[in-house]
């Protein structure tokens, strides 16, 4: 599966975007998907991740209330709605997709990075 990442961009703090994965193949609802980021010299990490089917969800607790992860298997994209955005959520965000929930960082499939920058 090929994944690309759209949404990112400059917003104020407490601000919101939503960033967009769409996902190349129609097997996309075979995927179980995800969401992390990675910040200037830091180490990436997970942000959130959604089953194949949408029902279950799990956030890091940095962004859990703030952040919703969602999909649509209709149209091969998985969504991150991301409020109340904080200086620290600045990263270059990335989806991912495995054939395992949760996903394995070390067999992901990942999309090429969508910038969100966050200004104070």
């Known amino acids: 599966v090929q994944l690309q990442a759209s949404g990112g961009g400059l917003v104020q703090a407490g601000g919101s975007l939503r960033l967009s994965c769409a996902a190349s193949?129609?097997?996309?609802?075979?995927?179980?998907m995800g969401w992390f980021r990675q910040a200037p010299g830091k180490e990436r990490e997970f942000v959130a991740n959604?089953?194949?089917?949408?029902?279950?969800?799990y956030y890091a607790d940095s962004v859990k209330g703030r952040f919703t992860i969602s999909r649509d298997n209709a149209k091969n994209t998985v969504y991150l709605q991301m409020n109340s955005l904080k200086a620290e959520d600045t990263a270059v965000y990335y989806c991912?997709?495995?054939?395992?929930?949760?996903?394995?960082?070390?067999?992901?499939?990942w999309g090429q990075g969508t910038q969100v920058t966050v200004s104070s």
């Open positions: 959604i089953d194949r089917s949408g029902v279950y969800t």
């Open positions: 991912a997709a495995d054939w395992i929930y949760p996903l394995r960082i070390s067999r992901a499939t």
């Open positions: 193949e129609s097997t996309f609802s075979n995927y179980a």
